[in-house]
């Protein structure tokens, strides 16, 4: 069962438009959600993330925006830039160290 | 600043076989994890450690066991290597609150013929 969904596998966005990658989860016991991006070839690196008790959070042209009743959260990169391309994944958890990621959404931006 | 580091960064095994992942972190961070990354599937948690002595099940366990050497180090060990276990494993660790933010190693590609 798939705790945490990411529903499109790839997007794609001119250069300096937005980017939003979604994502939705099924526990309702996760009150902490982080974005990763990735790189081919690399680890996985910290984005922005967002506590349960907000339900936003901005970190320069990276916004996660979070809905708890519909257990959504959503990711806006304004504006895209080509550099920007890469796999991204959400992940939740609940206060059990466990980290439950989603699938990935591989975004590019076209220049 | 080295960060999360793991070894080998490439492996290849018959069927069978067994082999040890190594992680290690010098950050001083409490909890360690591991993940493998399959296409389609993204990153699903094997086994983690939220402290030194603790080890805990993830998503997918079958096939693995895990060491906590201390608390710079979390092995990932595979007794019979199967082509399932086909991937690339990321081991991973954070600074031990139950929130926060997990640093990335950058990967073990492992190839099971």
């Known amino acids: 069962d798939q705790q945490v969904k990411q529903n499109s596998p790839s997007l794609s966005v001119q250069e300096g438009r937005i980017s939003i990658l979604n994502c939705d989860y099924t526990?309702?016991?996760?009150?902490?959600f982080l974005w990763y991006k990735k790189y081919p070839a690399e680890g996985p690196t910290f984005l922005i993330s967002?506590?349960?008790?907000?339900d936003k959070n901005e970190d320069g042209r990276f916004t996660v925006f979070l809905n708890k009743s519909a257990k959504h959260l959503s990711l806006h990169i304004v504006p895209s830039q080509p550099g920007d391309s890469a796999v991204y994944f959400c992940?939740?958890?609940?206060?059990?160290?466990?980290?439950?990621f989603g699938t990935g959404t591989r975004l590019k931006v076209l220049a | 600043n080295a960060g999360v580091t793991q070894t080998p960064k490439f492996q290849v095994l018959k069927t069978g076989q067994s082999m040890t992942l190594q992680c290690a972190q010098d950050?001083?961070?409490?909890?360690m994890y591991w993940y493998r990354q399959d296409p389609g599937m993204g990153l699903r948690l094997i086994y983690y450690?939220?402290?030194?002595?603790?080890?805990d099940k993830g998503e997918v366990p079958n096939g693995y066991n895990v060491s906590r050497l201390n608390k710079r180090e979390f092995s990932l060990r595979l007794e019979s290597a199967a082509p399932s276990q086909t991937s690339v494993y990321f081991c991973?660790?954070?600074?031990?609150?139950?929130?926060?933010?997990?640093?990335f190693g950058e990967g073990s590609r492992l190839t099971v013929l």
């Open positions: 991973a660790s954070s600074g031990g609150q139950a929130t926060g933010e997990l640093f």
């Open positions: 967002i506590s349960s008790i907000k």
């Open positions: 526990n309702s016991m996760f009150d902490y």
């Open positions: 450690s939220a402290s030194e002595g603790t080890t």
């Open positions: 950050m001083n961070h409490n909890s």
């Open positions: 992940a939740a958890t609940g206060g059990t160290y466990k980290y439950i």
